[in-house]
C-alpha cells in the first residue's frame, strides 16, 4: 500500500514522458522560491522549436522522441538543486534558487553547448531550442513577473530565428525521406534539370522556374515523410484504407510548406501536385487547366524520372517503355501537350 501511494504521489508531480517535475510542482516552487529566502533566483524557459510541424507531418511519437532528448539535453547542462520541469506541450521551465546573472547565462551557455554535443550526433531530428531568462533583483520577489519576462525574452529569440527553425525542419524531413529510400540518390538533381528544361520551352518565365522549381523538385513529395513505409513500398495494390492515408500527403506537404518561409512560395504546387489532367486526381479534382502549369510539368518529369529508376516495390521501366506509358496517359493523368513538348523536345535534346 505505501509503494502504491509513493508511485501515486511520483504520477502527480512528475512529466510522464520525461520524468521531470511537471507543471503543478513547478507552481508549488515557485510559490517557495518567493519567499524571498532564495534569492537572487533565476528563471530560464526552453521552448522546442518546430515540434508541432514535426507532430503533424512525421507524427507524435517523433515528436516525443524529440521532447526526450531535450529534457536530457537540459538536465545536463543544470545543477542538481536547480529545478527542472516540463509546463507545456513543448516548453520546460528551470528555477534556480541562488541564482545571481553570471549563474544563469552560464547556465544557458551549457544548454546550448549541450544542443550542439547532441545535433553532432547526426539525429534524425535537429533539435534546436529557442531559451529565455530572467533574474530577480529584489529580495521580496515577485514570481509571475518573473516567469513572464522570461517567457517574453525565450519568444523574442524565437522569433529572430524563425526562418531558420523551420528550414532546419523541412531539411531533416527531407532527410528522412532519403531515409526511407524513397528520394533515391540523384532523383532531385534529374528531376530538377528535366523540370527546368521543359519549362523553359512550355512558356514559363525564368524569374519564375529557376528557383522555385528547383525547390519543388526537392520537396514535392515532403509530405511523404509522414506516410508509413509500409504504405509506400507496399508490392500488393493498396486498400481503400491506405489509398486514403498516402492521399494524405499532398496535405501534409502543404502544411509543412505553409510553415517554412523558403517554401511558402511552392506551398500550393505541392498540394496540387498530383491532380489529373481528367480531373480523376487529387486532393481537389482539379482538371485541365485549373491545375498550375507548374504542377502538370512535375506530374511528367517524376513519373517519367520514377519509371525509369529502380524503386523498393519493382524494377526501372525502359526509356522506350517509359515514353509508351507517358503516350498512353497523355488526356487522362498528363497534360497532353505537354507529355509531346517532353517526348519531341527534351527526350531528343538531352538524348536521354
Same mark, same amino acid.
Given at each position: 500500500?505505501?509503494?502504491?501511494?509513493?508511485?501515486?504521489?511520483? $504520477?502527480?508531480?512528475?512529466?510522464?514522458?520525461?520524468?521531470?517535475?511537471?507543471?503543478?510542482?513547478?507552481?508549488?516552487?515557485?510559490?517557495?522560491?518567493?519567499?524571498?529566502?532564495?534569492?537572487?533566483?533565476?528563471?530560464?524557459?526552453?521552448?522546442?522549436?518546430?515540434?508541432?510541424?514535426?507532430?503533424?507531418?512525421?507524427?507524435?511519437? &517523433?515528436?516525443?522522441?524529440?521532447?526526450?532528448?531535450?529534457?536530457?539535453?537540459?538536465?545536463?547542462?543544470?545543477?542538481?538543486?536547480?529545478?527542472?520541469?516540463?509546463?507545456?506541450?513543448?516548453?520546460?521551465?528551470?528555477?534556480?534558487?541562488?541564482?545571481?546573472?553570471?549563474?544563469?547565462?552560464?547556465?544557458?551557455?551549457?544548454?546550448?553547448?549541450?544542443?550542439?554535443?547532441?545535433?553532432?550526433?547526426?539525429?534524425?531530428?535537429?533539435?534546436?531550442?529557442?531559451?529565455?531568462?530572467?533574474?530577480?533583483?529584489?529580495?521580496?520577489?515577485?514570481?509571475?513577473?518573473?516567469?513572464?519576462?522570461?517567457?517574453?525574452?525565450?519568444?523574442?529569440?524565437?522569433?529572430?530565428?524563425?526562418?531558420?527553425?523551420?528550414?532546419?525542419?523541412?531539411?531533416?524531413?527531407? &532527410?528522412?525521406?532519403?531515409?526511407?529510400?524513397?528520394?533515391?540518390?540523384?532523383?532531385?538533381?534529374?528531376?530538377? &534539370?528535366?523540370?527546368?528544361?521543359?519549362?523553359?520551352?512550355?512558356? $514559363?518565365?525564368?524569374?519564375?522556374?529557376?528557383?522555385?522549381?528547383?525547390?519543388?523538385?526537392?520537396?514535392?513529395?515532403?509530405?511523404?515523410?509522414?506516410?508509413?513505409?509500409?504504405?509506400?513500398?507496399?508490392?500488393?495494390?493498396?486498400?481503400?484504407?491506405?489509398?486514403?492515408?498516402?492521399?494524405?500527403?499532398?496535405?501534409?506537404?502543404?502544411?509543412?510548406?505553409?510553415?517554412?518561409?523558403?517554401?511558402?512560395?511552392?506551398?500550393?504546387?505541392?498540394?496540387?501536385?498530383?491532380?489529373?489532367?481528367?480531373?480523376?486526381?487529387?486532393? $481537389?479534382?482539379?482538371?485541365?487547366?485549373?491545375?498550375?502549369?507548374?504542377?502538370?510539368?512535375?506530374?511528367?518529369?517524376?513519373?517519367?524520372?520514377? #519509371?525509369?529508376?529502380?524503386?523498393?516495390?519493382? &524494377?526501372? #521501366?525502359?526509356?522506350?517503355?517509359?515514353?509508351?506509358?507517358?503516350?498512353?496517359?497523355?488526356?487522362?493523368?498528363?497534360?497532353?501537350?505537354?507529355?509531346?513538348?517532353?517526348?519531341?523536345?527534351? #527526350?531528343?535534346?538531352?538524348?536521354?
Amino acid at each position: 500500500m505505501l509503494v502504491m501511494e509513493e508511485q501515486l504521489k511520483y $504520477l502527480s508531480l512528475h512529466d510522464p514522458l520525461t520524468g521531470l517535475y511537471n507543471r503543478a510542482y513547478f507552481e508549488e516552487e515557485m510559490r517557495r522560491l518567493g519567499s524571498g529566502r532564495f534569492s537572487p533566483v533565476g528563471i530560464v524557459i526552453c521552448d522546442v522549436d518546430g515540434l508541432k510541424l514535426i507532430n503533424d507531418s512525421v507524427g507524435h511519437d &517523433k515528436g516525443d522522441a524529440l521532447l526526450i532528448a531535450a529534457a536530457e539535453v537540459i538536465t545536463k547542462a543544470f545543477r542538481t538543486n536547480d529545478m527542472i520541469a516540463r509546463i507545456g506541450g513543448d516548453e520546460f521551465a528551470i528555477l534556480i534558487p541562488n541564482g545571481n546573472i553570471d549563474t544563469v547565462e552560464k547556465a544557458c551557455q551549457r544548454v546550448k553547448e549541450q544542443i550542439n554535443i547532441y545535433n553532432g550526433t547526426s539525429p534524425e531530428f535537429t533539435l534546436k531550442i529557442s531559451i529565455g531568462y530572467a533574474v530577480s533583483s529584489d529580495s521580496v520577489i515577485n514570481m509571475e513577473g518573473l516567469f513572464k519576462e522570461a517567457d517574453n525574452n525565450m519568444y523574442r529569440e524565437k522569433i529572430s530565428h524563425r526562418q531558420n527553425i523551420y528550414g532546419t525542419v523541412v531539411q531533416d524531413l527531407a &532527410k528522412a525521406l532519403e531515409t526511407k529510400d524513397f528520394i533515391k540518390e540523384g532523383h532531385a538533381d534529374r528531376i530538377q &534539370k528535366l523540370v527546368i528544361r521543359l519549362a523553359e520551352v512550355s512558356g $514559363l518565365p525564368e524569374k519564375r522556374y529557376v528557383k522555385d522549381l528547383n525547390l519543388f523538385a526537392r520537396y514535392h513529395d515532403v509530405g511523404k515523410a509522414g506516410i508509413p513505409e509500409y504504405i509506400l513500398f507496399k508490392r500488393e495494390p493498396l486498400t481503400n484504407t491506405e489509398m486514403a492515408t498516402i492521399r494524405q500527403h499532398c496535405d501534409i506537404g502543404y502544411r509543412i510548406a505553409q510553415s517554412a518561409p523558403e517554401l511558402l512560395p511552392i506551398a500550393d504546387w505541392i498540394l496540387k501536385h498530383q491532380e489529373w489532367w481528367n480531373g480523376e486526381g487529387y486532393p $481537389l479534382g482539379l482538371k485541365g487547366e485549373e491545375i498550375p502549369l507548374e504542377c502538370r510539368i512535375m506530374s511528367i518529369v517524376d513519373a517519367y524520372d520514377a #519509371m525509369t529508376n529502380n524503386r523498393p516495390y519493382r &524494377k526501372a #521501366m525502359s526509356r522506350e517503355e517509359a515514353v509508351k506509358e507517358l503516350e498512353r496517359l497523355a488526356g487522362s493523368q498528363f497534360d497532353p501537350e505537354l507529355v509531346k513538348l517532353f517526348i519531341e523536345t527534351i #527526350m531528343e535534346e538531352e538524348n536521354l
